[in-house]
C-alpha cells in the first residue's frame, strides 16, 4: 500500500457579521487490518465538535475522498489555519 502524503489539514471559517467561527479538520490515518480511514472533525471553535471517521480498503480512495472534501470545503469559504483571513 503506498503511503499518501497527506498530512492534517486544519481549515478555518469566520463570517463575523454571522456570529459563524467554524473549523473542519481531514486526516488520513492506517487501519489495524491494512486499510485507510479519513477522519473528518468539525464544529464551533472552541468545542471538541462532532467525529466521522470512513474507513477505506486502499489509499487511494481515502485519498480521493479528502480532495473532494477539500474542494467543497474551500468553496464554502474555508481557508487554510495558517492563512491569514
Not at 469566520?14 to 468539525?42: C, D, H, K
Not at 462532532?50 to 481515502?62: C, I, K, N, P, Y
Request: charged fraction near 25%; glycine fraction near 12%; hydrophobic fraction near 40%.
Amino acid at each position: 500500500m503506498p503511503n499518501l502524503i497527506l498530512g492534517p489539514l486544519h481549515l478555518r471559517r469566520f463570517e463575523a457579521i454571522r456570529n459563524m467561527r467554524r473549523f473542519y479538520l481531514l486526516s488520513i490515518q492506517p487501519t489495524l487490518f491494512g486499510g485507510v480511514s479519513l477522519i473528518r472533525n468539525w464544529g464551533r471553535i472552541g468545542t471538541s465538535g462532532q467525529v466521522l471517521m470512513r474507513t477505506f480498503e486502499d489509499s487511494a480512495g481515502a485519498g480521493e475522498a479528502f480532495g473532494r472534501l477539500e474542494r467543497t470545503k474551500r468553496r464554502c469559504g474555508y481557508a487554510s489555519a495558517e492563512e491569514k483571513v
